[in-house]
């Protein structure tokens, strides 16, 4: 398993993704207590996942994706998302680009499979066409952005033995206690030697993860920069509403912004197929 299918990458669309940074605000209430003194790395990571967008039986929102390159220069593109959990658990997501020109009608589309990969496919307009993201495409970036086609996926559910778990000193981000625990994969070639997830100690919620590239230079930060305690279907959950990659190496940044968030229309599974792309 690659590494960027870890457990923390979570929530990019519905998606998570961790979910506070230092500019954060708290959500309006906690979660329910868990004794993370006494948890090991890997049921911290897993705990916080579980807890994250990843979670949401249904999701619809608009989705703003900001680029800014190391020289300052802007581009944003405006998405819709849509996201739901089948019965049996699994995620399905869609994003749409409505704007600008050059990329309207792009749509993705992410699949996660029980025991293996997600299944991902992208549908181009102007080639009126789906095709699967290959394996060897995974790692590439997705539409520019210093996101990869794995780090918009879900984990597998089989992930876990793939990778390695090592808690470390407990520490703070933006004044906010957090659990740290550090993630190695277990296969040689995988994209990222290790990630640092930083957990919220009260809410359990991941608010920043370190990641490095192949031979162990940091690579990326991602963060989640707003929050906002929202009604669902099934219980009230805390939504990152801005989040940020940054790529440290080239110095560019990609943000993700969510409005309108509704988490109660519900989704039809038969509408995440990649036949349904093409409407």
């Known amino acids: 398993m690659n590494l960027t299918r870890l457990p923390l990458m979570c929530a990019v ?6 979910a506070l940074a ?22 911290i990571v897993r705990t916080a996942y579980e807890r994250n967008s990843a979670a949401y039986a249904n999701i619809k929102a608009n989705l703003k994706m900001t680029l800014t390159t190391a020289k300052g220069e802007t581009k944003t593109r405006d998405l819709e998302l849509r996201g739901m959990r089948t019965a049996d658990g699994l995620v399905r997501t869609i994003i749409r680009f409505r ?69 470390q000193p407990d520490s703070t981000v933006g004044g906010m206690a957090v659990y740290v625990s550090e993630v190695k994969p277990k296969a040689q070639g995988a994209p990222y030697s290790k990630v640092i997830v930083h957990v919220q100690k009260e809410h359990m919620l991941p608010i920043k993860a370190e990641f490095f590239d192949a031979v162990g230079a940091p690579l990326k930060v991602l963060s989640v920069k707003k929050l906002k305690k929202l009604k669902a279907a099934d219980g009230d959950k805390v939504v990152p509403l801005e989040t940020e990659m940054r790529n440290l190496q080239k110095g560019s940044t990609t943000i993700l912004s969510l ?13 995440f197929t990649p036949t349904s792309l093409e409407q």
Request: aromatic residues 6%; negative net charge.
């Open 259 to 271: 409005e309108d968030v509704d988490l109660t229309t519900k989704q039809v599974e038969t509408e």
């Open 22 to 43: 230092q500019e954060a605000k708290k959500p309006d209430a906690p979660a329910a207590a868990v004794d993370g003194a006494s948890m090991t790395a890997e049921q």
């Open 99 to 167: 704007s600008p020109a050059d990329v309207a009608g792009t749509a993705f589309l992410v699949l996660q499979n029980k025991n293996g990969p997600p299944d991902q496919y992208l549908y181009l307009p102007n080639l009126k066409k789906v095709r699967r993201i290959a394996a060897g495409q995974a790692s590439q970036s997705f539409m520019g952005s210093d996101f990869t086609f794995l780090d918009m996926s879900p984990v597998p559910a089989a992930g876990v033995t793939e990778v390695t778990y090592e808690r």
């Open 13 to 18: 669309l519905a998606l998570g993704l961790p």
